[in-house]
């Protein structure tokens, strides 16, 4: 097990692997790096990099932090852990306690609790596109390149983008689903993956 300040965590809200690097948003203020191979520690990043992090992901090449009290993005290189980019302001449609971030490697989506979803273009940063419909306290996103799923907490549902164009594709609210406060959400592609803040998780095919 790997714990305490020494190892650089200070409050971790989440969690990302790429495969070669685990990287861990701390609430707290810094984002740790570890080894995903022997999981010791590699660095330690603090600064204008974490705005207090909240929701992290990797595609390997960047890596994107979702800062929810600095209505901010951060993009760090994943293979130095150097800062890239702090993206925020009116050029991103205004981040607004950024919940949630996924990256395809091709577009980066960040759930936002003002009910919308900002999409960015992974290889620049730059904003492509705001998403206003469909959208009930977003705090959960995935991407597995053709389908992005949005969990809705206050909406009992789940809503579907298509990955290309971010156009929805629907939203899914049937009693049969189960979803209770849906607080996470997953997808390799060909099923998802919900948890449920009712203890419960629900699955279903992509």
Excluded at 119 to 145: H, K, M, W, Y
């Amino acid at each position: 097990m790997i714990s305490g300040p020494a190892d650089g965590f200070d409050r971790p809200d989440a969690i990302s692997s790429d495969g070669s690097h685990v990287w861990v948003a701390n609430g707290g203020g810094p984002v740790t790096e570890l080894d995903a191979a022997t999981g010791a520690l590699v660095r330690v990043i603090q600064g204008r990099a974490s705005e207090d992090p909240y929701a992290i992901s990797s595609d390997g090449t960047h890596v994107w932090v979702a800062n929810h009290e600095g209505d901010s993005v951060t993009e760090l290189d994943a293979a130095t852990g150097t800062l890239v980019q702090v993206l925020s302001g009116p050029s991103y449609g205004y981040f607004h306690q950024p919940a949630a971030v996924a990256s395809d490697g091709t577009h980066v989506w960040v759930a936002n609790h003002d009910r919308y979803v900002t999409e960015l273009n992974a290889a620049t940063g730059a904003l492509v596109q705001v998403i206003r419909a469909s959208f009930d306290d977003p705090v959960a996103v995935s991407s597995d390149g053709t389908h992005v799923w949005v969990a809705n907490a206050d909406g009992d549902s789940v809503t579907e983008l298509d990955a290309a164009t971010g156009a929805r594709v629907q939203v899914i609210k049937s009693p049969g689903y189960g979803f209770a406060e849906p607080t996470a959400i997953s997808s390799d592609g060909t099923d998802v993956w919900v948890a449920n803040l009712n203890q419960s998780v629900t699955g279903f095919p992509a």
